[in-house]
């Protein structure tokens, strides 16, 4: 064999070498605390759930199904647990960070605004906001992912009698409103039984909008919900809506008009690529409709059961509350950073009763997103990402709404709901202090190729773990890189002081350490703090869209006092 062929040879070596996997020493220390005679037996797995996970409701028939999701293995015993089985249990899918059950567990029956909504912005794109095509298939995806709010732009068609789904103002290609009408229909309560909203940015003349009144009415049927009233005092409970769909628009003004010319309705100026405008943007009272069409128009308006509108003049204005009927505002990522600064009290009051929808702003091209908790932070129930991108703020967007059985509505904490109105700008005290230790990872062999990461070694993982929520509360930390091994160990703590627990998402991202500094992506994840699990818990690994590993993931240890 030459000096070269032995090279190389050696070097593969390397990377396909494994070492056999050891429990770190706290779980030896663990297991030998609750077993005995080396063997962990149904109730002494039972006392571990419930001493040490955590799991304070964990029965004899909780740990039996443990044992029976061990059976088919050789490290099995009938007596009960060894090391090995209790360590591949530790990594198995019954201990993840999260409720596996993923029940519904917040109270659905408040009114909608009492709720954060995972909401979409332009869901028909499949990519940047210039050029991309338009399809369905990113609504089928939000919706199977449990999104709860897409939004269509609609705009007359190239021979003005019928109605697309496009970007307008860029070179971005049409979709049919039916196909996309259908595609809901389909799809909306496959991840989900809690309603559907569709916010429409209507660009359409009053003949068009007699279509659209038609096809969401042949489409949806039993499904619209329909209110008895179009001055609601409340919005209606989450759960008294399951399984309907909702329409939110501006609703066109019924006024007799002279002129035969044909008019636009106050929601018809167009969104150039960087402009900010959403559909709230125009305001109240321009809308226009010919005096023939006053007809169409009624029944185009019974549709909407979520009015948005922008009320004239300041601030001030957008923000005033009318005792006497509810509605949604929408306002750009910018807009909602502006009004903040004076008027974050403001903001929090208008979304105790009313829906705010904040947008990502015109210039953001490449469908990248920004951050969800200045409007989370402010009671904002419609925080609108970009679906179809990926990266830190869209995985914290998914990690939120991993909570409450991942229906796709958050109940939002009662500090933002309290009659003595929450001031976002105030500093709290510390509330709860989180302890992370990172064990060890697993899996990257069997989900990556053996070069994907280096030709010629084992990759050198390291993991950054961090707090994403309000500022007082940010925070990130890192291991170290171990070197050249499949299955690193890192055996380090760290710890999170949280001012705003309730609204804290825990990030964790492994990454493949690189000299030049462009370190090689190895897997994420986000968890919403206020449902973490306490314990030794296996964390499964996403992609960069969100798309779970198969077999890669962590093992780590959560503290919360």
């Known amino acids: 064999m030459s000096r070269q062929s032995f090279k190389v040879c050696f ?117 940047n906001q210039l050029s991309s095509d338009s399809s369905v298939e990113p609504i089928i995806k939000a919706l199977r992912r449990g999104v709860r709010v897409i939004e269509l732009d609609l705009w007359p068609g190239s021979k003005k009698d019928e109605v697309e789904v496009r970007h307008g103002g ?52 039993d499904m619209l919900y329909r209110p008895e009233t179009d001055q609601l005092r409340e919005f209606p409970s989450p759960e008294s809506l399951k399984k309907k769909v909702m329409i939110s628009t501006k609703p066109p003004k019924e006024s007799k008009i002279s002129s035969k010319k044909e008019q636009w309705n106050g929601e018809t100026a167009s969104k150039s690529d960087t402009e900010t405008c959403d559909e709230d943007e125009v305001d109240e009272g321009e809308s226009l409709q010919e005096e023939d069409e006053e007809m169409t128009v009624s029944e185009y308006r019974h ?26 505002l929408s306002l750009s990522e910018q807009e909602l950073e502006n009004a903040t600064r004076r008027h974050g009290v403001d ?101 990556f190729r053996r070069t994907h990461f280096d030709m010629y070694s084992p990759p050198d993982f390291f993991v950054e773990v961090g707090i994403a929520g309000v500022p007082a509360d940010k925070a990130k930390f890192k291991t170290i890189a171990i070197e050249d091994d499949w299955q690193p160990v890192w055996n380090e703590k760290f710890e999170f002081k949280l001012t705003v ?30 449902e973490l699990r306490t314990g030794i818990r296996a964390i499964p690994l996403h992609d960069r869209r969100g798309d779970k590993y198969k077999n890669t993931k962590l093992l780590v240890q959560f503290e919360l006092n």
């Not at 293995?73 to 360590?87: M, V």
């Not at 601030?315 to 005792?323: A, G, H, K, P, R």
């Not at 969800?372 to 939120?400: D, E, I, R, S, T």
Request: proline share 5%; hydrophobic share 40%; aromatic share 12%.
């Open 303 to 328: 549709l909407i059961s979520i009015n948005a509108g922008k009320p004239k003049g300041a601030l001030q204005n957008w923000l005033s509350i009318d005792e006497k009927k509810v509605r949604r």
């Open 11 to 127: 070097c593969f070596r390397r990377i396909f070498k494994l070492r056999v996997l050891e429990p770190p020493e706290d779980v030896k220390i663990l297991f030998d605390q609750y077993s005995q005679n080396g063997t962990m037996s149904l109730d002494n797995l039972r006392g571990f759930l419930v001493e040490f996970q955590g799991e304070y409701n964990a029965t004899r028939d909780d740990a039996q199904a443990i044992f029976n999701s061990l059976k088919h293995l050789n490290i099995f015993s009938r007596r009960g647990l060894h090391l090995e089985a209790f360590f591949r249990y530790l990594l198995g899918d019954l201990n993840g960070p999260l409720s596996p059950s993923r029940v519904v567990h917040h109270d659905m029956t408040q009114p909608l605004a009492h709720y954060f909504l995972y909401t979409g912005h332009n869901s028909y794109l499949t990519g």
């Open 170 to 221: 860029t070179l971005t290609n049409p979709v049919d409103l039916l196909n996309c009408l259908n595609a809901i229909k389909d799809n909306a309560f496959q991840a989900s039984e809690y309603p559907v909203v569709i916010t429409f940015e209507d660009h359409l003349p009053a003949n068009l909008q007699e279509q659209v009144a038609e096809m969401v009415t042949k489409t949806f049927e």
């Open 347 to 447: 903001i929090v009051r208008f979304t105790q009763r009313n829906l705010l929808r904040v947008y990502p702003k015109g210039t953001r091209i490449t469908s990248s997103n920004y951050n969800p908790f200045v409007g989370w932070a402010h009671g904002a129930q419609m925080v609108a990402f970009n679906m179809q991108g990926y990266g830190k703020h869209l995985w914290v967007m998914q990690g939120m709404f991993k909570a409450n059985g991942g229906c796709g509505y958050v109940k939002k904490p009662d500090f933002l709901l309290s009659n003595e109105v929450f001031d976002p700008s105030v500093r709290l005290p510390v509330k709860k202090i989180l302890k992370v230790t990172i064990y060890m990872g697993v899996g990257w062999d069997l989900d």
């Open 501 to 530: 627990p309730e609204l804290a998402v825990l990030r964790i991202t492994v990454l493949e350490y690189d000299t030049s500094g462009k370190h090689d992506f190895g897997g994420q994840t986000c968890l919403p703090i206020s």
